[in-house]
């Protein structure tokens, strides 16, 4: 069974009651919280390890028509990098608006993380 710290979405560890630290409950629960963690980081956003999805960085250094594949294609390696194998998620976009996309990362059909990206106007 998979146990993992839980977190603010700020950085930083929470605290239970006791005022110990506070771990996942189940397994489900490590695990989105590990799919996010890869989905929000910076390329080096642990330092050590580059598992993050570096999705700021998508961003200008891709034209337009090809944004969303890029997208999925990042998101996929990150979860595929020594955590998920691949086919066992699936990784979908959905353009909001002209600058705005969501990214849904699902495992067995269910929605486990998702975030936006944003451009720049005028890109």
């Given at each position: 069974?998979?146990?993992?710290?839980?977190?603010?979405?700020?950085?930083?560890?929470?605290?239970?009651?006791?005022?110990?630290?506070?771990?996942?409950?189940?397994?489900?629960?490590?695990?989105?919280?590990?799919?996010?963690?890869?989905?929000?980081?910076?390329?080096?956003?642990?330092?050590?390890?580059?598992?993050?999805?570096?999705?700021?960085?998508?961003?200008?250094?891709?034209?337009?028509?090809?944004?969303?594949?890029?997208?999925?294609?990042?998101?996929?390696?990150?979860?595929?990098q020594d955590f998920l194998p691949m086919g066992s998620f699936?990784?979908?976009?959905?353009?909001?608006?002209?600058?705005?996309?969501?990214?849904?990362?699902?495992?067995?059909?269910?929605?486990?993380?998702?975030?936006?990206?944003?451009?720049?106007?005028?890109?």
């Amino acid at each position: 069974m998979a146990v993992d710290f839980r977190w603010m979405s700020r950085g930083g560890v929470l605290l239970d009651s006791t005022g110990d630290v506070s771990f996942t409950q189940t397994p489900w629960e490590c695990l989105r919280s590990m799919v996010n963690s890869r989905l929000k980081a910076a390329f080096d956003g642990w330092k050590l390890y580059q598992i993050g999805s570096d999705l700021e960085n998508v961003i200008g250094s891709t034209v337009a028509a090809e944004l969303e594949t890029t997208i999925q294609r990042q998101v996929e390696s990150s979860l595929s990098q020594d955590f998920l194998p691949m086919g066992s998620f699936t990784v979908s976009t959905l353009q909001v608006g002209n600058q705005t996309y969501q990214v849904f990362v699902f495992i067995q059909n269910q929605l486990v993380a998702s975030t936006t990206v944003s451009t720049p106007a005028g890109t």
